[in-house]
């Protein structure tokens, strides 16, 4: 889930590679919340929608181990 404050902005399902698509305005400050059953849910702090998605970016561009 991609929130503002404490409303949900958009809500996706990862496919099996586990890739998933929200979307949001660049200007605004979002927290991600990902639940998994048997998981604790996790929320991120708050962050620039550009942040985001360097962050995500960079999770893509890293070598397989």
Same mark, same amino acid.
């Given at each position: 889930?991609?929130?503002?404050?404490?409303?949900?902005?958009?809500?996706?399902?990862?496919?099996?590679?586990?890739?998933?698509?929200?979307?949001?305005?660049?200007?605004?400050?979002?927290?991600?919340?990902?639940?998994?059953?048997?998981?604790?849910? #996790?929320?991120?702090?708050?962050?620039?929608?550009?942040?985001?998605?360097?962050?995500? #970016?960079?999770?893509?561009?890293?070598?397989?181990?």
């Amino acid at each position: 889930e991609l929130m503002r404050n404490d409303t949900i902005i958009d809500e996706a399902v990862s496919d099996t590679a586990g890739i998933f698509v929200l979307q949001g305005d660049m200007g605004a400050e979002y927290r991600i919340r990902a639940e998994r059953l048997g998981f604790r849910t #996790s929320l991120s702090q708050a962050v620039p929608l550009a942040h985001i998605i360097e962050s995500f #970016s960079d999770l893509l561009a890293l070598p397989d181990s």
